[in-house]
Structure formats: C-alpha cells, structure tokens
Nanobody, 125 residues
Framework: QVQLVESGGGLVQAGGSLRLSCAAS????????MGWFRQAPGKEREFVAV???????YYTDSAKGRFTISRDKAKNTLLLQMNSLKPEDTAVYYC???????????????????WGQGTQVTVSS
C-alpha cells in the first residue's frame, strides 16, 4: 500500500521558518515528479512547488525566493523548506507524487496520482 505522510507543520510567527517532510512508503518514486500543494480555509487547493525525477524544480510565484523543495531518493523523502513565512501561507500542505507522462510543469491535481493527508501550517501576524 502506497502512503505519503507529511510532517513538520505547526504554528510559527510571521517571518519564521518551517521545514516540511513527506515520507513515502509502499513504493519508490525515483522516476516520477513529486510536489507540494496547499489549501487555505475556504479556498481551492493550489500548487506550491514540484521537483522532477531528475531534479528540475518549479515554484509558484508566491513561493519563489522563500521556499525550497528538495528530495532524498535514498530515503524516499520529499522536503519543503519554508522561510520568511507570511500569514497568507497559512494552509494545510499536501505532498503528492506524480503521474507518469505529465506535461511540465505539473501544477494541477490531475498531474498527481498519490496524495498525503496533509499537515497544518499556521502563520501568525
């Protein structure tokens, strides 16, 4: 059974940092892209960042310069370092593993086959 489990969320003040982790089990994703999405209260889930199987990275504009996505294939883990956090970053953050054959950049839900349950990030002003 494939599972993606996020961790690292929490409450932080504006300007602070958090590091999210996503541990994959049940299979490896060595040749698939993996990404992060988030969903704020009352809003649709939105794309944050993605990393391809060979290390190509793409960010949504609001994440550029503040967030860093990375992956450790040996540990089957996806990471998201978030710095200079803002109250508008408050959301549930989801890890996702991609569907083969997706066009680049894969920024929509349908480009992902597996999803985690999410971790809450709250940024206070």
């Amino acid at each position: 059974q494939v599972q993606l489990v996020e961790s690292g969320g929490g409450l932080v003040q504006a300007g602070g940092s958090l590091r999210l982790s996503c541990a994959a089990s049940g299979r490896t994703f060595s040749y698939e892209h993996m990404g992060w999405f988030r969903q704020a209260p009352g809003k649709e889930r939105e794309f944050v960042a993605v990393i391809s199987w060979d290390g190509i990275i793409y960010y949504t504009d609001s994440a550029k310069g503040r967030f860093t996505i990375s992956r450790d294939k040996a540990k089957n883990t996806l990471l998201l370092q978030m710095n200079s956090l803002k109250p508008e970053d408050t959301a549930v953050y989801y890890c996702a593993a991609g569907s083969p054959g997706s066009r680049w950049p894969p920024t929509t839900d349908r480009n992902y086959e597996y999803w985690g349950q999410g971790t809450q990030v709250t940024v206070s002003s």
